[in-house]
Nanobody, 123 residues
Framework: QVQLVESGGGLVQPGGSLRLSCAAS????????MGWFRQAPGKEREFVAV????????IYTDSVKGRFTISIDNAKNTVYLQMNSVKPEDTAVYYC????????????????WGQGTQVTVSS
């Protein structure tokens, strides 16, 4: 089993920054890849970014490239999503997810999910 707890969401103005955290615990073999997804009201959940835990390889969706950065602190078992130059369309509930393999990393076929944290971008 893997437990994921997100934090760091909130209200931020357009152009501002926010850092989301995802504290992971439990079986390390079940969290080879750690992803961030988001779901806006009335929309389907969508992929944002993923990082391979041991290789630090990253993948981003096009809409956040150059603005968001996913990273890992191995000592703290925590994954971060640094969000810069945020836009109103980034408003969503952001979810952290973990899976125990490297396949289909941009699809929401992950084994474990956090409870989500709300990010609202508004002036």
């Amino acid at each position: 089993q893997v437990q994921l707890v997100e934090s760091g969401g909130g209200l931020v103005q357009p152009g501002g920054s926010l850092r989301l955290s995802c504290a992971a615990s439990g079986r390390s073999s079940s969290r080879y890849a750690m992803g961030w997804f988001r779901q806006a009201p009335g929309k389907e959940r969508e992929f944002v970014a993923v990082i391979i835990w041991l290789a630090s390889r990253t993948i981003y969706t096009d809409s956040v490239k150059g603005r968001f950065t996913i990273s890992i602190d191995n000592a703290k078992n925590t994954v971060y999503l640094q969000m810069n130059s945020v836009k109103p369309e980034d408003t969503a509930v952001y979810y952290c997810a973990a899976k125990g393999d490297y396949s289909r990393l941009t699809l929401d076929e992950y084994d474990y999910w956090g409870q989500g944290t709300q990010v609202t971008v508004s002036s």
